[in-house]
Structure formats: C-alpha cells, structure tokens
C-alpha cells in the first residue's frame, strides 16, 4: 500500500466513526453541536502536521494554511474545501467502517443488515474496482463517505505538501465546512476569511469527475391552517389541514417532476417532510433544476396547486414561503474557465480520463462561486450516498490526493 493510500485509510476510519449528522430544523451555527467532534479533531491535527494560521470561526469552519514555497505574489493562492458533516437523510452514528482488501467483483453483503447488498446491479461503478480497496458500512448506518473522503483527502494533500518543501506552490489554504448537507455550508463564510483566488470542493464521485454545472435549489414550505374541533362535535365545523395537505401532494405533477421520474437535465419537486396533525400542517419540498427559468416554473406550480387547495377550502388559511438556497455555478465559471481547464489537464497529467457531466446535486462550491470564488467539484470516489449502501475506493481517494498535488503545481505556473 502506498503511503499516501495508508494515511487516507487511517484518518477516513477514523472520521466515519464520528457522528456528524447535520440537522435542518436547528437554528444553531453548526446545526447540530456533535459536528465539533470532528472539526475540533481537524484543528489540532492541522496543528500537528505542521499547518498555520489553523483556527476555527464563529461560524464553525475550519482553515488552515500551508504556505507558499514560492514567494512570488503573482501565483494564485488556491483553497481545497470539504465538509464535515453528513445527511440526516440515514443514521450515522456508531457507524463500523468495513475494508474490503482486492475486491473480487462478488456481492459484497454488509453484515449488520442481511438485505444490504452490493452489486453490479445497484452499484455498476463497482465492477470498475476490481483488486481495489472497497469501504462499506456495516449496513446499518450511512457511511460518511460523503464528504469524510474529501476531509481525509484534503488532510492528506496537507500532509504531502508539508513533507515536500521542493513542489513550488503558492498559498494553499484548508478549509472544513459544516452543515452542507443541509445548505447553509457557507452560509455565513467570509471570503476574506479564506483569501484565497480560486477553490475546489472534493465532493464529488465517480474517478475523473471534474464538475462546473450543478442543480439550481430553492426550498420551498407550504402551511396550512386548518380549524380544529373535537371530533365528535365536528361535523361541518372541523377543516383538517391533514386532508389538505394530502390533497396538496396529490396535485403535483408525481408522473413527470418528481425525483423518481426524472433524469439527466430535468428537474423536480420533492415532498420530502410533512409535519402537524388536523389544526395546522407544513409540507416541505425541494425544488431543482439546471437553469433559472424552469426553476421559478416550478415554483409557480407549487404556488398554483396550494392556490387550489385554498379555494377547495376558504376556511383554511394555506400560504407558500419559497426560499433561494444555491444557483448553479455555470452561471459564473462559464466566464472564466481556467479553474476547470487546469483541473481537467491536471487530470490528464495523472492519467485519469475527465468526466464534466452536469450532477444532480449542488455543492458548497455553488454558492463559494456565485459569491466571487470560482470553485469547481472534484472528484473523492464516493458511491450511494446518504444511505446504507454508501461505498468508497480507497484507491480513488488516492487518485483525487494525487489530483490535488498536481492542481496545486500547475497553479503555480499560472499568473493572476
């Protein structure tokens, strides 16, 4: 095993045991105190392997510096971002990381859950890792992988740079966001915090993924206030906003914009929670789509269907709150591709064939690029995300450190 393969091992075993979940329904910065479990590990390991200026904000990120070994102010100074925490979606705590050596190209069955089953089935990019380094869960929880494998990544970059003074290299600055999953990652970041010309996030999946364009999101909530009775006093007087917000859900269009009806470039509306009983009830969606225009579209239906439900029912009181979360970031790196041109060619350098297909998701870099920071997605290798199926390379997080390393060269050929 490599070294640098041995040191991703360690640490992604040691940050996938710790739980990070991000909560939506938390006001606090982050949402959820136990993602300081890791953060706080992050700084005193910067601190360790060398790094300066490591500190922690007031809004829970992470940075640390390695300096440039090349003091020429013109190099770019470039930052690697990843975030700590993981999906609500599934658990993850007491999560029991499994290394499986050489895989075989067999069905890996995850042994805390006997219906967790890896297979080229529901998983086809495993068969590209046959004799690699494979890490599950045990089945029973999430992974972690996203995004553990691009902490681990990044830490590592860190380390290699720190050991080899000779790489000429500008400023190259750490940083670890909380509450991604969530979409208020870089909520409260300050750009000058991280003073930096360009950044990466290391989140993304398959080898080779070099990604510019991302889903645009709003999140959406409808209310609805119903008029609460004792129910067996009810007749004609009780409105149940249960009923309505059944009726609500029943009206979108679930054959043609939903998740499990679309791909590629086409968007959706997602009921993903719906919360309260007969006197009130909140239905809470995600919209999403590549460009802006089909994106307020939807919101429009959304608006159009509890305009509906309104005048089914004039007693009830039903209003809409649509809330902008990330845009895609096309809409920026499109004007200046260096960022993505040096990433592919140092992709190329590596031996690693680019992949730039849109992905169906958004990353911290969506909204660091909309605020002034062009901040592509690279790849970590990470597989079935936010369940019980999650999957990692070791091998790929190997390759994506690699990456790193020759990123981090190439931008000290580049002028500002």
């Not at 996938?16 to 909560?23: E, G, H, L, P, R």
């Not at 136990?34 to 360790?48: A, G, I, M, P, T």
Request: net charge negative.
């Amino acid at each position: 095993m490599s070294a640098i393969r041995n040191e991703l091992e360690e640490r992604f075993l040691r940050y996938v045991k710790i739980d990070t979940t991000s909560d939506e329904f938390s006001a606090e910065v982050p949402s959820t105190q136990r993602q300081y479990d890791l953060l706080n590990l992050l700084v005193e390991e910067l601190k360790e392997m060398g790094a300066s200026d490591v500190r922690i904000t007031d809004y829970a990120t992470v940075y640390g510096t390695i300096p440039a070994t090349d003091p020429d102010p013109n190099i770019p100074a470039v930052a690697y971002f990843a975030h700590v925490d993981t999906s609500p979606a599934y658990a993850g705590d007491n999560v029991k990381p499994i290394v499986h050596r050489n895989y075989d190209g067999s069905e890996i069955s995850l042994p805390g859950n006997s219906e967790m089953v890896l297979t080229a089935e529901n998983s086809p990019y495993l068969m590209e890792k046959i004799g690699e380094d494979v890490v599950t869960s045990d089945g029973t929880t999430l992974l972690g992988a996203d995004d553990k494998a691009g902490v681990a990544i990044c830490m590592a970059l860190g380390t290699y740079l720190l050991a080899h003074p000779e790489i000429p290299h500008g400023k190259i600055v750490l940083a670890f966001t909380p509450d991604e999953e969530i979409g208020r990652g870089v909520s409260n970041l300050k750009l000058e915090d991280v003073g930096v010309d360009v950044a990466y996030t290391l989140d993304g999946s398959k080898r080779g993924e070099v990604i510019y364009e991302t889903f645009s999101a709003d999140g959406a909530k409808v209310k609805i206030e119903g008029v609460s009775i004792h129910p067996g006093y009810s007749k004609g007087k009780m409105v149940n906003a249960m009923h309505l917000a059944a009726k609500f859900v029943d009206a979108l269009p679930q054959e043609t914009m939903s998740p499990e009806t679309t791909e590629g470039r086409e968007g959706f509306i997602h009921v993903y929670q719906i919360d309260g009983g007969a006197a009130a009830a909140e239905i809470h969606m995600i919209i999403r789509d590549f460009e802006l225009d089909n994106l307020a579209q939807m919101g429009d239906i959304v608006r159009d269907k509890a305009a509906r439900v309104q005048a089914l029912e004039p007693r009830a009181k039903v209003t809409v709150d649509i809330k902008p979360q990330y845009r895609n970031m096309r809409y920026w790196l499109e004007d200046d591709m260096r960022p993505v041109d040096l990433a592919r060619q140092a992709c190329e350098n590596i031996g690693v064939q680019v992949i730039s297909s849109p992905i169906r998701g958004g990353t911290d870099g969506s909204r660091l690029t909309e605020m002034g920071l062009p901040t592509p997605n690279l790849f970590t290798g990470m597989q079935n995300f936010h369940g019980p199926l999650e999957w990692v390379s070791l091998h790929d997080m190997e390759k994506a450190t690699e990456l790193c390393i020759e990123l981090t060269k190439l931008w000290h050929g580049a002028k500002k």
